[in-house]
């Protein structure tokens, strides 16, 4: 397994665009296709999938993520 982290968002509801019909299943299934050891070998315990997500959401899991990553590299 590689240290990478994946971070993919699909969001089918937007307050000005007309809702999309498959951003969040195709997120869903990018997500599940690159933590596949021999395709993408993202970490699947640091990667995030998020779902029409909020802008807290998005950020929360950046900041996770980002301070996941730090604590490995000042070991």
């Known amino acids: 397994m590689s240290g990478r982290a994946l971070l993919a968002i699909g969001c089918n509801a937007y307050d ?3 809702p999309l019909t498959c951003a969040e299943a195709d997120a869903d299934a ?3 296709l690159l933590i596949e050891p021999s395709i993408g070998d993202y970490d699947v315990v640091r990667s995030r999938l998020l779902l029409s997500p909020t802008l807290q959401d998005v950020r ?3 900041a996770t993520m980002l301070f996941s990553m730090a604590r490995r590299w000042m070991r």
């Open 16 to 18: 000005h665009l007309d």
């Open 60 to 62: 929360g899991a950046l």
């Open 30 to 32: 990018l997500f599940r």
